[in-house]
């Protein structure tokens, strides 16, 4: 029988032809490169090679033949963003010549260059390639590592790598490499082995000729080769086997494809990293007798090596002398290998440090690869094994270490001995494909058969290895891979290019714009049949298949066999090209599914191969039926669609549904033509019948089926209703009804491809329909494909499926009532697959049942098809069900997988996207699902497009976690559930520190025109919008500024007496403004305090440094008053150490987030030598500020050697600080030359300045703090009492000296206490009480003991302890390593002393110190009040001395009053320091109270006429400590009080005020404002040791003043102080707000648990001492900081500026705006709160949300408009919709309230056409009525309702009635009728449907099986309907109709 239509033309039609030509070559020709190239070509030959050594000749030979014909090369690759998203262009790497051009481009986008490369020598190569930068190269995380994107180009002697970052490497090559290949690892190279490599005598070994390089500073490394024995027993060997060449190189899967040129055959090669135990195996030397071939003796290797250099260099290699005097140099250091850490071997730094144009570097490769040293021991036994080893490699054999190979090559398969005649030849071409099925093929071409050879080959189940099938040869020129739709092109000998997936060949490729070949041959001549040369080509598949399948496989054997039929497939097969015309000549740079054809006339052409699908619906079928259908079944049925889709001149994109529908029902056997339906499908019609598909026909002779056809065809009807059919009055042809209609019913063709897998199919298009109905775009997919499923379902007679279909359409599936009976015996011919279940699987009917509670049966799904499905049943299954483990990987309960075959059990990829684990806890199931839904990737977007009822769950579980989130969720959680507050956060949290935005949100903008104005003060960068917020009531900020900005000339106030001349008035003056220049150098100490951390520099300007002006302006006439005018003696160098703070205060400006490197740090360096000391103190600052690690060890060793003693001091201390407690040893390298102590005693002494030694045991101190290391703690104990030296060494300053030592002594012990491990023998603590009472000296021990035998000529110090030297650096060392101990016997001995004739031996400033450090000690003891304070002030103090508020002085014989009124100040003043340190940054009250008082009664005294006993001195040093207590305890704060009392210090210049207390006052007035108020500081251990650094209370009495403590330190506050200032950012506005606080202490032993509520933005409590803070209602969304779990989330908040994202609630107005809350619009709303909502305008919307959405909503539909009629009533439903949903904080649900409303009208109109609306009432409905959601609103009663409790109820009771009318209207007789099973008249159909569905009714079937017929009474049905699942209330309606008289209701 001939009705088989068939495709004739299968043709498939490339599209977007373009010509090509690489965008590089075009680049090339203007850039200015030309010139340089003939610069070169005047050197003489030698000059031009010098980087090679000695290659000259050959060189100049090279570099000619390239200039007279420049050789060009590219390659494409597809774009890659730096997201990693997919974008859609090319980009091109173009060689030629020297340069090397990267340019990106598209078809859409113009080519632009990227980045374009010259290098000094001709480019051999160029390519891309991703290193891994990671620490450790272990095989199994190779996924997780950074990758470094680079570029790499290969030249003759090295290789360039770019990396995108811009760094830029260049690595010397050792040899000449033939080529390079990117591989997942790293690069690898091949050696070019030359003629000369013949080795001379029998013993040698061939040298590596592969070899790798992991990272651009790694080193070279042979590749080691692994091959398997014939019986099993593997060798590791390297690979040397000069005539193995690498023909391709794959990075995933990583394998190298090898052609060996003496065997002629391909291998395949695994490429791994290589195990320890193989390393060993080469790297090891054996010693039996007769050595493994394979391990190369040591020293004939490294002679080889030597003689063969580069290419042909003759043996006496210039590297040869120099490697012998280099490797002296070698034998101390013992590199570690693989490591890239700045100890990389001497001669990897040798080969960086220097240009690629020295010689050296060939050596330094070649030294290094002597595979020799195979053992790792030192001594050598090898060296005397060869006869010829020369003097010279004996010499260097000791010091080589081995090179450990990395990469190792497996051997995996190698293509069978062929027995041609004609030689084999390497593939010029090789690439892996993969069909439509996904089986990948790795195939190469050999060009000299021209055959394409593919091998299929798969993972192993465990995914260790591949295996590899046999080999299929196909003729072909050329091919290229087609990756984007798993095909691939080939160019075939005859021209033709056919396009092939796998081994199947789907068509010809048509290009339009290439001649078509001619047609040689007539067309009635019969064709002869194929040449037999082509055996190779596949044979097709031998299961008969129909004829119709004969022709998509198009092999060229055709299978004769029906003779009397030509074979079908078109003539142009054969027809070659003509030769006149041009021809394509090969195929090259594919690129996703664009591909460029090389014509024969040398231009190039750029084609698309057209996709399979385009439409979202085709794409998923064909998915699914794919994934079902066998493999060799689906490969030939996506052939056959493809051809059929992608005919020339195919169908646009909507009928591609049609097309398709009719290609696979023609593949299932079906008639097409004969199906009314289909017949009717909307092909766009042209006004042509060409697209309908062709008949083949056997004769000539027409027949009457054709003019029918004709009739009937949608070509007659367009005619017939053409305009010109009216005009001429044609008559329309009356068309009998096809006759097959009536007398047979069609039948299927059996023999077609898909017949047996009908049911299959049939069912996974099921499945499809049931997973479009969970996405509400696909509404007209889901309508085209339940056609196709009617027609299936009537033909398979699956009637629950029809009654399904026809409840979904009611309308669609009555109209179409064709039927198509098949055969029982034809449907037992079909396969039905275990998965197919009679009753249909419906997604919605499952939620349903969840909902109610009934259990359900798995859900079938296709994985990758229908993953929504997949998705919801799993969240219903944890978030309704309760069911944890449903999202975790055994989801079996739940899901059934639908299979092709029951294969063996394979691991299905897709699921372990699915297992979900979250680090943290989560409490509830909706914080679970929420967590699982962003971690599969479900979005917002997603969530939007599912039906309302469906989403509702996954709406309440988001509605649930939106009110309590917890605030360390990742980004996407929190977008997810609508936070963008928290989601903001997360983000920023993500980013690397300095990109956050929150820099900008933050950074004051001050216009640049401002500051040229007004002299640059250093405070001009302060964040002005914050401190606003702090500080909104008064100008203090203003105030601070004044106080501390020194680049203004100050004001010299002098009033000239009548008796004063001229000339002592100048003098007078300038005497005055010395004055006032003790306190101008003193301010930068304090404005470093005040603007610390709150500036980023840009990178290309140097930091703005603000002078310090010394000059003075004198009133009236505002003369200028100069110190330099030689009228007065100024002290010399006065002013160096106020530049040198002023640096430290520039430099500490810089946040420690900042972009820095060391480049800028040396382009900082100022040019006149002036400046040296800022810059100096620029250094100390970035060490604080932690940037100084950046700046490079050279430039470090630059700055010591310089020899300036403050850049000295800046540096030593500013590295230490930087490298804080780490040990490290080069930093300790650095500090211990500049400590004689430290260096051996035979060592050279170095004449180190005095303060440098300071700093530098200040130094020892920081960077090993808290180590308590034996070694530097013992050598600092000793010099705490270093003895003066014999000559004057050590005299001056040893009172610094020695303090600097206790310091850094107590830093190294930091709070350890008594637990000293190992330094019991040192007697620390007993030394130190030497150190502080005196006594007698004990004798020295230690290396140093010689340098102290003769005692100093100028201090005669005896033998005992000089106290006055040692005292205050070991009572500070005490206190610091019993630091918060509380350890009362070494408290005991700093008590002060209680006797008169024990105090007279104390300095009374020590007992502040002893004070100080007792109280620090007994920490815990520190009480905030003025009696505590007093409590330590011994008895005879308290009874005799006079109290600091008396005015007469009490007159005493026998006491000394003078001491005891020094004693009492002093302790005094120890005790408030000690409350000091204890309250630091902690704003208490009680304390600031109790210190204030002191402050005060200080500054009495100092008026008192008492003062003159105490000593103003001590008094003022006094009030500078309490002062500056104050200023720790409030720190930050910016307290008024404690402002006052420093400005008022601030006035005092005269009499006793020297530079000192200036210093005091104003670091204390920084304290206040440290950090612009947003630091504070901290009392851990390290930061009180810091702080006991900077505020040491003994001030410089003159500005160059460093003899008891050095003024550097006094910055180490910097280390005490922590970002701590939390700053509210509205997220919508991206402002800084005010927002409640409410946070949360942990309970101590002095209080218990407690909450206080702030306002922030405000400077947060140490946070180890909370337990929560809040965010709190009701203007601002909730937010939780548990710091239970961990601080680091809320650390680097603060660190990050305190950026903290809040949310307004809807309604609500921001605190600045309406500070008391009464204009919020809840507040008015609710108050008078109407019955109606009709009390809410719309117009007040905007206030309650920004969401433009609704906005427009508001202003749209629920506004009256002047003719309302009945439209009223819907304006106030909308309103009171609104109202409730922007009230409620759920907007999102304003859609389903409405979609809810609409459907219910809907149904009462009787207009549904489909019920999907009505399913997800009734989900909707359900799910407020579940067990699940009732259960939690009785745990949370006072959470809002999610939807409004009126609303469902009204809408519930609607529907009933409307259809409960409809039955009393005749639906009764309707259903009845339904339920017999007796056709139903068509006007009810959509509304019986409506029933069924809302009420569930079971389908006739059911009930029927039921036996419900019978009933007698209701009882009985209920007992009958109990298995169905029915509600009552629908039994109800049915009943009457099932017991047939209503009478029997009655019971």
Not at 181 to 191: A, M, S
Request: a negative charge.
């Amino acid at each position: 029988m001939s009705n088989i239509y068939e495709e004739k033309v299968t043709m498939i039609a490339a599209g977007d032809l373009q010509e090509f030509v690489p965008f590089g070559r075009d680049h090339c020709k203007h850039h200015p490169n030309a010139l340089n190239l003939q610069l070169r070509q005047l050197q003489p030959a030698s000059e031009l090679w010098s980087s090679d050594g000695a290659a000259g000749l050959v060189g100049s030979l090279q570099e000619v033949t390239i200039h007279e014909k420049q050789k060009e090369s590219w390659h494409l690759r597809k774009g890659i963003s730096d997201v990693g998203e997919e974008v859609e262009y090319d980009e091109e790497l173009y060689v030629a010549g020297n340069m090397v051009i990267w340019s990106k481009g598209s078809k859409s986008q113009a080519s632009a260059v990227y980045k374009a490369f010259t290098v000094d020598s001709p480019v051999l190569q160029a390519l891309w390639c991703d290193f891994i930068i990671s620490q450790d190269k272990s095989e199994k995380d190779d996924n997780s590592n950074e990758v470094e994107k680079c570029i790499c180009i290969l030249q003759s002697s090295c290789i360039n790598v770019h990396s995108m970052e811009g760094k830029d490497y260049i690595a010397s090559l050792p040899f000449q490499v033939a080529n390079v290949w990117p591989t997942k690892y790293g690069l690898l190279f091949e050696r070019s082995s030359s003629a000369h490599e013949v080795p001379p005598s029998p013993p040698r070994e061939p040298l590596p000729t592969m070899f790798s390089m992991l990272h651009p500073l790694d080193e070279i490394t042979p590749v080691v080769c692994k091959s398997g024995g014939l019986f099993g027993t593997s060798r590791v060997q390297y690979v040397a086997d000069s005539a193995m060449k690498i023909v391709f190189l794959n990075a995933d899967p990583s394998i190298i494809m090898t052609y060996d040129a003496i065997q002629g055959l391909h291998s395949l090669w695994i490429l791994r990293r290589v195990k320890p135990e193989e390393q060993n195996v080469v790297l090891k030397f054996s010693e039996q007798g007769g050595t493994p071939q394979h391990v190369a003796t040591s020293s004939s290797l490294t002679a080889h090596l030597r003689s063969f250099s580069k290419g042909d260099s003759p043996v006496t290699s210039p590297f040869q002398n120099y490697s012998s005097i280099h490797s002296q140099s070698r034998s101390t250091s013992s590199p570690s290998l693989h490591s890239r850490s700045p100890s990389i071997s001497n001669m990897a730094a040798l080969s960086r440090s220097h240009s690629p144009a020295l010689g050296v570097h060939s050596f330094s490769g070649v030294q290094r690869f002597n595979f020799s040293s195979h053992n790792q021991s030192p001594k050598r036994q090898s060296v005397s094994h060869s006869p010829n080893s020369t003097s010279n490699d004996s010499f260097l054999a000791p010091e080589m270490e081995p090179i450990v190979p990395e990469l190792c090559i497996d051997h995996l398969w190698t293509e069978a001995i062929t027995t041609t005649r004609e030689k084999n030849s390497p593939a010029s071409k090789v690439f892996i494909t993969s069909d439509l099925c996904g089986q990948k093929f790795l195939c190469f071409l050999v060009e000299s058969q021209l055959q394409l050879r593919c091998v299929k080959f798969q993972e192993s189940n465990d995914k260790t290895q591949l295996i590899f099938g046999s080999v299929t040869n196909l003729q072909a020129k050329d091919a290229a891979p087609v990756e984007k739709i798993d095909t691939m092109l080939v160019l075939e000998g005859n021209g033709n290019l056919v396009l092939y997936t796998g081994l199947v060949r789907v068509g010809k490729v048509f290009i339009p714009g290439l001649p078509v070949p001619s047609l040689t041959m007539s067309n009635t001549m019969p064709r002869p049949s194929t040449p037999l040369d082509s055996v190779s080509t596949p044979k097709p598949l031998s299961k008969p298949l129909g004829s119709l399948d004969e022709v998509v496989l198009l092999s060229p054997v055709p299978e004769l066999r029906d003779s009397s039929k030509v074979h079908d497939s078109p003539y142009i097969d054969d027809c070659t090209f003509q030769q006149l015309g041009s021809y394509i000549h090969s195929v090259r740079d594919p690129v996703h599914n664009r591909v460029t054809l090389e014509l024969s006339n040398g231009s190039m052409v750029r084609i698309t191969i057209p996709e399979i699908a385009t439409s979202e619906l085709v794409k998923k079928c064909l998915q699914a039926v794919k994934s079902i259908l066998p493999k060799e079944v689906a490969v030939q049925m996506l052939v056959k669609w493809y051809n059929v889709h992608n005919a020339p001149g195919g169908p646009s994109y909507h009928s591609e549904w049609n097309l398709f529908v009719t290609c696979l029902m023609n593949m299932m056997g079906y008639n097409t033509d004969r199906l009314s339906w289909i017949r009717n499908l909307d092909f766009e019609g042209s006004l042509s019948p060409v697209i309908a598909p062709k008949k083949a026909r056997p004769s000539d002779t027409g027949s009457d089926e054709d003019w029918e056809y004709l009739l009937n065809s949608e070509y007659h009807q367009n005619v017939e209703s053409h305009l010109l059919t009216r005009a001429l009055h044609l008559n329309p042809l009356e068309v009998s009804l096809m006759k097959e209609d009536a007398l047979h019913n069609l039948t299927l063709d059996s023999s077609t491809l898909l017949f047996t897998h009908i049911p299959a199919i049939f069912f996974v298009l099921h499945l499809v329909y049931e997973e479009l109905k969970l996405n509400s775009l696909m509404g007209e997919g889901i309508r085209s494909l339940v056609v196709l499923l009617v027609q299936l379902a009537r033909d398979l007679q699956l009637e629950p499926y029809l009654d399904y279909y026809y409840r979904d359409y009611p309308t669609l599936v009555k109209t179409s009532r064709q039927s198509c009976i098949i055969d029982q015996a034809q449907i037992g011919l079909m396969h039905h697959p275990s998965f197919f279940t009679p009753e249909p699987p419906s997604i919605y009917q499952w939620l349903s049942s969840c909902l109610k509670g009934e259990g359900a049966s798995p859900y079938p799904y296709l994985s990758g098809v229908c993953e929504r499905s997949k998705l919801i049943v799993l969240s219903v299954a944890l978030y309704i069900l309760g069911d944890e483990r449903a999202v975790s990987n055994e989801a079996s309960q739940y899901l059934c997988k639908v299979n092709s075959a029951p294969k063996k059990s394979q691991v299905d990829q897709n699921d372990n996207r699915f297992s979900f684990r979250h680090s943290t806890p989560v409490n509830s199931l909706a914080e679970k699902l929420v967590l699982w839904m962003t971690n599969v990737g479900f979005t917002l977007r997603d969530l939007e497009s599912l039906p309302f009822g469906v989403a509702l769950p996954i709406r309440d579980a988001i509605y649930h976690c939106r009110e309590q989130p917890a605030s360390d969720w990742p980004e996407a959680v929190c977008l997810l559930i609508g936070r963008q507050d928290l989601s903001k956060q997360a983000c920023e949290g993500n980013l690397p520190k300095g990109k956050s935005s929150v820099a900008q949100v933050l950074s004051s903008d001050v216009p640049s025109g401002t500051e040229a104005e007004e002299e640059d003060d250093g405070m001009n960068d302060m964040n002005q919008e914050v401190m606003s917020l702090i500080w909104s009531e008064d100008l203090r900020v203003q105030e601070v500024r004044r106080l501390l900005q020194s680049a203004h000339p100050v004001r010299v106030n002098v009033v000239q007496m009548p008796e004063v001349n001229d000339h002592e008035y100048i003098e007078e003056k300038e005497n005055r403004l010395l004055q006032l220049c003790q306190r101008t150098m003193a301010l930068p100490l304090g404005r470093g305090m005040f603007t610390l951390f709150s500036y980023h520099p840009v990178p290309t300007e140097p930091l703005p440094v603000p002078k310090l002006n010394l000059t003075g302006r004198a009133p009236p006439r505002n003369t200028t008053v100069d110190l330099n005018s030689g009228n007065i003696d100024v002290p010399p160098n006065m002013a160096c150490w106020a530049s040198f703070h002023n640096g430290v205060a520039a430099g500490l400006k810089i946040a420690p987030a900042s972009q820095i490197d060391s480049a800028w740090i040396v382009y900082n360096k100022p040019k006149n030598a002036e400046l040296a000391n800022e810059y100096a103190g620029f250094l100390m600052a970035l060490g604080l500020n932690g940037h100084l690690t950046k700046l490079a060890t050279l430039n470090i060793h630059d700055y010591l050697t310089k020899g300036h003693e403050m850049t000295s001091i800046g540096l030593l201390l500013g590295v230490s600080a930087a490298k804080l407690g780490t040990m490290d040893m080069s930093i300790t390298r650095l500090l211990s030359i500049h400590i004689p102590a430290l260096l051996p005693p035979t060592s050279t002494e170095l004449d180190v300045p005095h303060n440098v030694q300071v700093a530098a045991v200040i130094g020892i101190g920081l960077v090993y703090q808290g180590t308590a290391h034996r070694h530097t703690a013992e050598v600092l104990l000793a010099e705490i009492g270093r003895p003066p030296g014999p000559e004057m060494e050590y005299c001056t300053d040893r009172e610094s000296y020695s303090l600097a030592a206790g310091l850094a002594l107590g830093m190294v012990c930091l709070g350890h206490g008594s637990n000293l491990i190992g330094m019991s023998d040192l007697n620390v603590p007993e030394q130190l009480y030497q150190y502080m009472v005196g006594g007698h000296r004990r004798f020295q021990a230690g290396m140093h003991r010689e340098k102290h035998k003769s005692p100093s000529y100028q201090i005669k110090e005896g033998d005992t302890i000089n106290v006055d030297v040692t005292c205050p650096g070991a009572t500070l060392a005490l206190a610091m390593i019993y630091l918060k101990t509380n350890n009362r016997s070494i408290a005991d001995w700093l008590r002060a002393p209680d006797t008169m004739y024990l105090l007279d031996f104390v300095k009374p400033e020590f007992l502040l110190l002893r004070t100080l450090a007792r109280c620090l000690i007994l920490w815990d003891d520190i009480l905030p009040n003025s009696k505590w304070v007093d409590s330590n002030v011994p008895q005879i103090i308290r009874e005799n001395s006079i109290s600091l508020n008396e005015t007469e002085i009490p007159s005493s014989e026998d006491l000394n009053l003078e001491t005891l009124a020094q004693a009492h100040v002093y302790i005094i003043a120890g005790a408030c320091l000690s409350l000091g340190f204890r309250f630091a940054g902690s704003e208490n009250l009680a304390a600031f109270n109790c210190l204030y008082k002191f402050a005060k009664d200080f500054m009495k005294c100092l008026s008192a006429p008492t003062a003159s006993v105490t000593g103003h001195y001590n008094l003022e040093t006094c009030l500078s400590v309490v002062l500056l207590s104050l200023a720790m305890v409030m720190a930050g704060s910016g307290n008024l009080k404690v402002l006052q009392l420093c400005r008022f210090m601030h006035k005092k210049t005269g009499g006793e005020m020297n530079y000192g207390f200036h210093l005091a006052h104003h670091m204390a007035l920084g304290l206040l404002f440290l950090g612009g108020g947003r630091y504070s500081l901290s009392t851990s251990n390290s930061s009180i040791a810091a702080l006991l650094c900077a505020l040491y209370p003994h001030f410089p009495v003159h500005s160059t003043d460093n003899r008891y403590h050095l003024q550097a330190l006094r910055h180490l506050y910097v280390l005490a102080a922590e970002p701590r200032l939390l700053v509210p950012v509205d997220v919508d506005t991206n402002t800084p707000c005010y927002a409640l606080l409410e946070v949360t202490y942990k309970g101590t032993q002095w209080y218990e648990e407690t909450t206080e509520e702030l306002m922030a933005p405000t400077l947060l409590p140490e946070l180890h001492l909370l337990k929560q803070i809040k965010v709190k209602g009701p203007r601002y969304w909730e937010l939780l900081i548990d710091l239970s779990k961990g601080i680091h989330h809320l650390k680097s908040i603060l660190s990050k500026d305190g950026v903290l994202y809040v949310k307004l609630r809807a309604g609500q107005l921001s605190y600045k705006e309406d500070p008391m809350g009464w204009q919020s619009l809840l507040a008015q709303t609710v108050t008078h709160r109407n019955s109606e909502a009709r009390a809410f305008k719309p117009e007040a919307i905007s206030a309650f949300t920004s969401d433009p959405a609704l906005l427009s909503f508001a202003e749209y539909f629920c506004k009256p408009t002047v003719n309302l009629g009945q439209k009223q009533e819907i304006l106030d439903l909308f309103s009171s919709i609104l109202y409730e949903c922007v009230t409620q904080e759920n907007p999102e649900m304003l859609p389903a309230y409405i979609a809810i409303d609409q459907a219910v009208r809907r149904l009462e109109r009787r207009e549904m056409s489909e019920t999907f609306e009505l399913w997800q009432i009734k989900l909707v409905l359900e799910f407020f009525s579940s067990r699940s959601h009732q259960e939690r609103m009785q745990k949370i009663p006072s959470r809002g309702l999610f939807m409004n409790s009126e609303f469902l109820p009204v809408m519930k009771c609607t529907i009933d009635n409307a259809l409960d009318q409809w039955l009393q209207a005749g639906g009764d007789v309707c259903l009845h009728s339904y339920l017999s099973g007796q056709p139903t008249e068509e006007s009810h159909l959509s509304m019986l449907a409506c029933f069924l569905i809302y009420h569930s009714v079971p389908t006739p079937g059911q009930l029927s099986a039921g036996g419900l017929e019978g009933s007698m009474s209701f009882s009985e049905l209920l007992l009958k309907f109990k298995q169905l699942k029915m509600p009552v209330r629908a039994l109800l309606r049915l009943a009457p109709l099932l017991l047939g008289s209503p009478q029997s209701m009655v019971l």
